[in-house]
């Protein structure tokens, strides 16, 4: 595909070449008219904004090619004036970069096996948190104050009995207190023993696998999915199988088919990620029988059940099994803060000393840096206090959202409410259909400083679907009204 920039900025044409980065045939096209003149010293180069605009680019692929540029001495910047042209150009150009190796090139290239290039294709690149509407928590009302006033307490002179803990389990007043908030608030059966501590829940369904199944055995996911999850299990060496999921929720039946000899499931029953829907009880009950007449595992992954806006949150799937074949898996990553990397497993008490020998081989404990921090900050009861305050908040952070939807994206985008989590998933018009798919959307909202998600990068297959995940937890109603006002017009474009 051929363009010319067409308000101006630059005289160029950019010819997209397939099998080659956007960014590096950027950063060749400038280096070039530097190099031959068409760009001489001094000139000032267009912002990042308006030259992304201009070439239908995105912000992040211009400002990658223009950090090259200026690592290899062929622009300079100037401070609160842009960036120009250098005076001075280095003596010789920079020799020709090897090509970047791409699809099953990079196994040859780098020597990636079968499990890493599955698990580099299901990773994605980090995007900038403050952005909407990138899901995640609002840290700007977590109670840093309180938690540095219990960190000191603890670590100002910390006694051996903490310094020196090394519990594969975790921290006993913590298992405590997960315990007791669980057995309170999410109906789960467990005493604090059964609770492992764990640096988030993506090495707890690491752990659970590798103890549970064997190299090659065969897990079920969600269809669509969370990507974590699938990384998880494909690290333990499992082969991935997909259930589909509807309005009910994962639908077990159809899974056994696909995957008859499936051993494990990985599901989020109570609020899935990332369509939403809550598992009806019959199909939590089907599940069950399925686990008990397999012999098979259930995680249950119960990663955002704190925010539901309303009523009380819905019990756990575990407070349902009579057979012990459920392993719940938490986190306090969205809860709290993504940096605290703490989550846990409850497993059963048959089991409970397997997973803690298995954990002092793998990795022997968690950092105890934050545990018994946690467990105060839980038995004092600002844990629950935070939730309360959050649950509020975000509450009226998605009516926001879908005010800000009907008034700027109604044309193209239909967003309905949500009884819970921390994003909705916004389901193209027809007439946007005709237009875009959701990849090609997301890349519109790109140019215009806008980040959303596309449902279909959920599936591991071939999408059913289509639509924008909007993350809205994290920002406040001006920056919800102000991204949507943008959306809105990048798809109008």
Same mark, same amino acid.
């Not at 160029?12 to 080659?20: A, D, H, I």
């Not at 990985?266 to 397999?294: F, K, N």
């Not at 074949?325 to 993504?338: A, C, E, Q, T």
């Not at 509020?392 to 994206?409: D, F, V």
């Given at each position: 595909m051929q363009w010319e920039a067409g308000s101006g900025l630059l005289a160029?044409?950019?010819?997209?070449?397939?099998?080659?980065p956007l960014y590096r045939q950027l950063y060749g096209e400038l280096r070039d008219m530097i190099l031959d003149g068409r760009l001489s010293a001094a000139t000032r180069l267009p912002a990042n904004r308006a030259l992304a605009a201009d070439l239908s680019l995105s912000r992040n692929t211009v400002a990658t090619a223009m950090q090259q540029l200026l690592a290899e001495g062929y622009v300079e910047t100037r401070h609160g004036d842009g960036t120009y042209v250098a005076t001075e150009l280095p003596d010789a150009g920079p020799s020709e970069a090897p090509p970047i190796p791409t699809g099953d090139d990079v196994a040859r290239h780098y020597g990636l096996s079968r499990r890493g290039r599955a698990l580099a294709a299901i990773g994605r690149g980090n995007t900038d948190p403050d952005r909407a509407f990138v899901p995640g928590p609002?840290?700007?009302?977590f109670p840093f104050?309180?938690? @540095?006033? /219990?960190? &000191?307490?603890?670590?100002? $002179?910390?006694?051996? #009995?903490?310094?020196a803990c090394r519990d594969a389990g975790g921290y006993p007043p913590l298992r405590a207190a997960?315990? @007791?908030? /669980?057995? &309170?608030?999410?109906?789960? $059966?467990?005493?604090? #023993?059964q609770v492992v501590v764990v640096s988030g829940a993506q090495q707890a369904i690491h752990l659970a696998a590798q103890v549970l199944l064997d190299h090659g055995d065969q897990a079920l996911v969600e269809e669509p999915g969370y990507a974590g999850v699938r990384g998880a299990l494909t690290s333990a060496g499992l082969r991935i199988g997909h259930a589909p999921v509807d309005d009910e929720g994962l639908m077990i039946h159809e899974g056994e088919a696909r995957a008859p000899l499936a051993r494990m499931v990985?599901?989020?029953?109570?609020?899935?990620?990332?369509?939403?829907?809550?598992?009806?009880?019959?199909?939590?009950?089907?599940?069950?029988?399925?686990?008990?007449?397999?012999?098979?595992?259930?995680?249950?992954?119960?990663?955002?059940?704190?925010y539901r806006y309303a009523g009380r949150p819905l019990a756990a799937l575990q407070g349902l099994d009579p057979s012990g074949?459920?392993?719940?898996?938490?986190?306090?990553?969205?809860?709290?803060?993504?940096s605290l990397r703490l989550g846990y497993l409850v497993v059963p008490p048959d089991l409970v000393e397997a997973f803690l020998r298995a954990r002092r081989v793998l990795d022997d404990h968690t950092s105890m840096l934050a545990q018994p921090v946690l467990a105060q900050f839980i038995a004092d009861g600002h844990f629950a206090a935070h939730v309360r305050r959050m649950r509020?908040?975000?509450?009226?952070?998605?009516?926001?959202?879908?005010?800000?939807?009907?008034?700027?994206?109604a044309p193209f985008l239909q967003v309905a409410p949500d009884e819970a989590g921390m994003h909705l998933i916004a389901w193209p018009t027809e007439a946007l259909s005709r237009r875009l798919n959701d990849v090609q959307a997301a890349e519109r909202a790109g140019a215009a400083d806008v980040t959303v998600l596309p449902l279909s990068t959920s599936h591991a297959g071939r999408a059913t679907r289509?639509?924008?995940?909007?993350?809205?937890?994290?920002?406040?109603e001006g920056v919800i009204e102000a991204a949507a006002r943008r959306l809105g017009g990048a798809l109008a474009a």
């Open positions: 160029m044409n950019f010819q997209r070449r397939g099998g080659e609002d840290l700007s009302h104050d309180v938690w @540095g006033r /219990l960190l &000191a307490r603890f670590w100002r $002179r910390p006694g051996s #009995e903490l310094a997960i315990a @007791g908030y /669980l057995g &309170a608030v999410r109906g789960v $059966r467990c005493s604090a #023993e990985c599901v989020a029953p109570s609020h899935q990620h990332p369509l939403g829907v809550v598992m009806s009880l019959r199909r939590r009950l089907d599940l069950i029988e399925w686990a008990r007449r397999r012999r098979a595992w259930i995680l249950e992954d119960d990663y955002d059940s704190e074949r459920v392993i719940y898996v938490g986190s306090f990553s969205k809860v709290l803060f993504p509020r908040l975000y509450a009226a952070r998605q009516k926001a959202l879908l005010a800000a939807a009907e008034r700027y994206l289509q639509g924008l995940m909007l993350g809205y937890a994290a920002h406040d």
